[in-house]
């Protein structure tokens, strides 16, 4: 994942799809969240990517955003922003689009270049179902936070309470591990505050993919896809709902003893199929024999 780093502040939009244990959070605001018509196209501090294979029905993300500082900066929930857009309706639950879900998790940025946790999707609401994209083009959906900070000018002496939720990587297993209990900023101080500032366009673009979508994903075990127009490695009759081939039955060695005699004729009939579960032998006088 690549990293954004600027004068006073570094960014970066993180994700990980393993469910992270759910913890009691203080003083963790909502941020406001809208349902954009428009896709971002110039994602100023940041532009992430993430390619995630559906194996069943559906299944939940968990998109987050992250932020480190070389300024104590102050996060301000009430400015903060999520855009959510999606390629077609109904790829995301409605549940994604509700504010009580979406929190600010840390109220300040240390001045320590430490990753910290800004806002995320705190409950698994972000349900994702398998809807095909309407412009195949551009990404399944996008995130685009859009981050209000204030950074720090001088302080007076005061009693004051700065907390934030650290994050961190475990290279072994390539996620992002979440703290359960805050850390503070000691000796705190009533502080000065620079203007609002935004961190906006921070674009985390996800692309969707399953069997059925009409694209061969053999490095997810797709053999086949039934809606692939080009029909690569299909079978004689097709590709089945879980996307292996399908060949056609066929009666390799049928035995049938005696053949022939006047009737009433009593014979034993074998039969040595491929690809099938059960034969049907029409004996040409009304009479069918049916083996499983």
Same mark, same amino acid.
């Given at each position: 994942m690549k990293n954004f780093l600027y004068k006073?502040?570094?960014?970066? =939009? *993180?994700?990980?799809?393993?469910? =992270? *244990?759910?913890?009691?959070?203080?003083?963790a605001f909502w941020i406001n969240v809208i349902n954009s018509n428009t896709y971002e196209n110039d994602c100023t501090w940041a532009d992430v990517f993430s390619d995630i294979y559906i194996a069943w029905s559906s299944t939940n993300i968990y998109p987050v955003d992250n932020m480190r500082s070389h300024v104590l900066s102050f996060v301000r929930n009430t400015e903060s922003e999520v855009h959510i857009w999606e390629n077609s309706s109904w790829i995301l639950s409605s549940w994604c689009y509700n504010q009580n879900n979406w929190w600010r998790l840390s109220n300040v940025v240390p001045s320590t270049y430490q990753w910290v946790w800004i806002i995320k999707n705190f409950w698994n609401d972000c349900t994702v179902s398998k809807v095909m994209k309407t412009n195949k083009s551009l990404p399944s959906v996008q995130f685009v936070y859009k981050v209000a900070y204030k950074e720090e000018i001088w302080f007076l002496a005061w009693t004051s309470s700065y907390f934030y939720y650290p994050s961190n990587y475990n290279s072994s297993t390539n996620t992002w591990g979440l703290s359960s209990t805050p850390s503070y900023l000691s000796n705190q101080t009533k502080r000065k505050w620079w203007p609002i500032k935004i961190h906006a366009n921070e674009c985390h673009k996800?692309?969707?993919?399953?069997?059925?979508?009409?694209?061969?994903d053999s490095s997810d075990w797709e053999m086949c896809d039934p809606n692939d127009p080009s029909k690569t490695w299909w079978g004689s009759w097709g590709c089945n709902p879980v996307c292996r081939p399908v060949e056609a039955p066929t009666c390799d060695n049928l035995i049938v003893n005696p053949n022939s005699w006047e009737v009433p004729l009593n014979s034993d009939v074998v039969c040595s199929w491929t690809n099938a579960d059960y034969y049907n032998i029409d004996c040409w006088n009304w009479t069918t024999l049916n083996w499983q």
């Open positions: 006073k502040m570094s960014r970066v =939009l *993180l994700f990980s799809i393993i469910p =992270l *244990l759910l913890f009691s959070y203080n003083n996800f692309n969707f993919r399953w069997c059925w979508d009409g694209v061969l």
